[in-house]
């Protein structure tokens, strides 16, 4: 597959191939995780060119390291320089026979942990692959994207592009005037909180996620926008919280129509390459040839580790911000309430009391970032599940073990 020459349209063929695979598919084309029968031969591209939900487990673990050959996707360059990543200490209890690397050794066998990586003050401190994944390889997202979408709101509004977050939505989207989003501003787009009806359930295949990736785009409409301009309103703007994909493209949508750039090329001039990622990165597209701002951007776990270590240092490429002045304090706390004790939901970005803050995908994708410790830890896996108490226990206390071990280093 071309990962860097797509329609820009939705051609007849790309739209059919695209359905094929994503008709009744939502319950796993970000979201859902159910089983099937083991594959007869091993996964290749070819063998995945069908819908999610007949994914088995080796399918996901080869499909995740592989997602930019079975999906159309656009590339988002790196630049000219790399930005290093030195070797630090070993993490306290986590050498050959520590306490932390039994542990390890554990979850990476429980939980398909196909890559990770530990910064401290910029430094690796501990790095572990498996699932036959490894540093120069790349695994996809999942919704760890809708918070690097966040960033690029950010950016948008710090180049001018984006005038205020309290803009209403319809002054970059016009074509979503005269239904559910009238009123409705930029803000609450970023917090999930517009009142506009959506039904997230993805074991019914009547649901909007079920629908937004299988009903055919209105002619000459983005697939984003087509869908999302039908929904009702069922709540007055920014009273109620729920979680909306399809809103998180939309936000890709915007942000795309106020730079006038393709969401993977900002992506690029902003972070990527301004930055210095190691590896060039993909985005996958939807059926209209644009790039979906709320999943499935594809990287390597060091460079998703070198997003947090961006996030963490304030979004400053040589000392100048790329971002509007209090974005991250405004969009790491808590803006919007998800009705859980010490939780809460920023600008696409999932909040703690504590201050610490996570990028999170399905199938246990995360970027968990601590400023008072100067910690990032970036997680890549092919949880059997979608989601699941189980797996983000085990995954907390994972991070919660590392944060000790740094601790420690402070009490010798």
């Given at each position: 597959?071309?990962?860097?020459?797509?329609?820009?349209?939705?051609?007849?063929?790309?739209?059919?191939?695209?359905?094929?695979?994503?008709?009744?598919?939502?319950?796993?084309?970000?979201?859902?995780?159910?089983?099937?029968?083991?594959?007869?031969?091993?996964?290749?591209?070819?063998?995945?060119?069908?819908?999610?939900?007949?994914?088995?487990?080796?399918?996901?673990?080869?499909?995740?390291?592989?997602?930019?050959?079975?999906?159309?996707?656009?590339?988002?360059?790196?630049?000219?320089?790399?930005?290093?990543?030195?070797?630090?200490?070993?993490?306290?209890?986590?050498?050959?026979?520590?306490?932390?690397?039994?542990?390890?050794?554990?979850?990476?066998?429980?939980?398909?942990?196909?890559?990770?990586?530990?910064?401290?003050?910029?430094?690796?401190?501990?790095?572990?692959?498996?699932?036959?994944?490894?540093?120069?390889?790349?695994?996809?997202?999942?919704?760890?994207?809708?918070?690097?979408?966040?960033?690029?709101?950010?950016?948008?509004?710090?180049?001018?592009?984006?005038?205020?977050?309290?803009?209403?939505?319809?002054?970059?989207?016009?074509?979503?005037?005269?239904?559910?989003?009238?009123?409705?501003?930029?803000?609450?787009?970023?917090?999930?909180?517009?009142?506009?009806?959506?039904?997230?359930?993805?074991?019914?295949?009547?649901?909007?996620?079920?629908?937004?990736?299988?009903?055919?785009?209105?002619?000459?409409?983005?697939?984003?926008?087509?869908?999302?301009?039908?929904?009702?309103?069922?709540?007055?703007?920014?009273?109620?919280?729920?979680?909306?994909?399809?809103?998180?493209?939309?936000?890709?949508?915007?942000?795309?129509?106020?730079?006038?750039?393709?969401?993977?090329?900002?992506?690029?001039?902003?972070?990527?390459?301004?930055?210095?990622?190691?590896?060039?990165?993909?985005?996958?597209?939807?059926?209209?040839?644009?790039?979906?701002?709320?999943?499935?951007?594809?990287?390597?776990?060091?460079?998703?580790?070198?997003?947090?270590?961006?996030?963490?240092?304030?979004?400053?490429?040589?000392?100048?911000?790329?971002?509007?002045?209090?974005?991250?304090?405004?969009?790491?706390?808590?803006?919007?309430?998800?009705?859980?004790?010490?939780?809460?939901?920023?600008?696409?970005?999932?909040?703690?009391?504590?201050?610490?803050?996570?990028?999170?995908?399905?199938?246990?994708?995360?970027?968990?970032?601590?400023?008072?410790?100067?910690?990032?830890?970036?997680?890549?896996?092919?949880?059997?599940?979608?989601?699941?108490?189980?797996?983000?226990?085990?995954?907390?206390?994972?991070?919660?073990?590392?944060?000790a071990a740094i601790d420690s280093e402070g009490k010798r």
């Open positions: 597959m071309i990962l860097d020459r797509v329609p820009t349209a939705a051609a007849p063929w790309f739209a059919a191939r695209t359905r094929r695979v994503l008709v009744g598919a939502a319950l796993l084309v970000m979201f859902s995780a159910g089983s099937a029968a083991d594959s007869v031969a091993p996964p290749t591209p070819a063998s995945l060119d069908r819908a999610l939900a007949t994914w088995n487990q080796a399918d996901r673990e080869f499909g995740f390291a592989h997602w930019a050959e079975v999906f159309h996707t656009r590339v988002v360059k790196r630049g000219a320089h790399v930005h290093e990543l030195p070797p630090g200490a070993p993490l306290p209890g986590f050498g050959a026979g520590g306490a932390g690397a039994d542990a390890l050794d554990r979850y990476a066998v429980d939980y398909k942990l196909a890559g990770l990586v530990v910064l401290h003050d910029g430094k690796i401190r501990l790095e572990r692959y498996g699932l036959g994944h490894r540093a120069d390889g790349q695994w996809t997202s999942f919704s760890v994207a809708k918070s690097l979408t966040s960033t690029l709101v950010g950016a948008a509004l710090k180049d001018g592009f984006i005038n205020s977050i309290d803009d209403p939505v319809t002054r970059y989207i016009p074509e979503l005037g005269g239904r559910g989003y009238d009123g409705v501003t930029v803000r609450q787009l970023l917090t999930m909180t517009s009142g506009v009806k959506w039904n997230e359930d993805y074991t019914d295949v009547h649901s909007d996620v079920a629908l937004f990736y299988s009903t055919p785009p209105d002619p000459g409409v983005d697939a984003t926008v087509s869908y999302m301009r039908r929904l009702p309103r069922e709540a007055p703007p920014g009273e109620k919280w729920l979680y909306k994909t399809g809103e998180t493209n939309l936000l890709g949508v915007l942000v795309s129509r106020a730079t006038g750039k393709p969401l993977a090329s900002y992506a690029s001039e902003k972070i990527w390459a301004a930055y210095g990622m190691e590896q060039d990165s993909t985005w996958r597209l939807d059926v209209t040839g644009h790039e979906q701002g709320g999943c499935c951007f594809q990287a390597s776990t060091r460079d998703f580790a070198r997003i947090g270590q961006f996030v963490l240092d304030d979004a400053r490429i040589d000392g100048k911000p790329i971002v509007a002045d209090g974005w991250f304090e405004a969009a790491t706390q808590r803006q919007a309430d998800i009705g859980v004790p010490g939780r809460g939901y920023g600008y696409q970005w999932w909040t703690r009391d504590d201050g610490t803050f996570d990028a999170i995908g399905i199938h246990g994708q995360m970027i968990h970032i601590d400023r008072a410790r100067r910690l990032v830890v970036t997680i890549n896996s092919a949880w059997p599940v979608a989601t699941g108490k189980q797996q983000s226990a085990a995954r907390t206390e994972l991070v919660n073990s590392i944060a």
